[in-house]
C-alpha cells in the first residue's frame, strides 16, 4: 500500500485529497504510520516498530493499525501497491 500521489500532507498531520476536496486530521501516532508507510515499511515492520515505542499489547496495536488503514483506504488517501515482476 501506499499513499495516493495527488494527497497533500503536512508534517502537523493535515491530509487534503484534491479529488473529494475533503481533508483529514490524524494524530502523532497517525503521523508515524503515515511516514513508515510512505517509506514503503510492511505491515509487520510498523507494527513492531509501534510495540517497541508504545506500551501496549501487540493485538491492540494490531487492531487500532487495521482501523486506521481501513479509514485511510476508505476515504481514498490510500492506494494499493502492486509488484512490478522483472
Avoid: C, W
Amino acid at each position: 500500500m501506499k499513499l495516493r500521489k495527488n494527497i497533500a500532507t503536512s508534517e502537523s498531520g493535515l491530509l487534503f485529497n484534491p479529488v473529494t476536496g475533503e481533508s483529514f486530521s490524524v494524530n502523532p501516532i497517525g503521523i508515524e504510520i503515515l511516514s513508515m508507510v510512505r517509506a514503503g515499511k510492511t505491515k509487520d515492520e510498523i507494527i513492531d516498530a509501534l510495540l517497541q515505542k508504545y506500551t501496549a499489547d501487540r493485538i491492540t496495536i494490531e487492531n487500532d493499525y487495521q482501523d486506521f488503514i481501513d479509514i485511510l483506504f476508505h476515504n481514498q488517501l490510500l492506494e494499493h501497491h502492486e509488484k512490478k515482476n522483472a
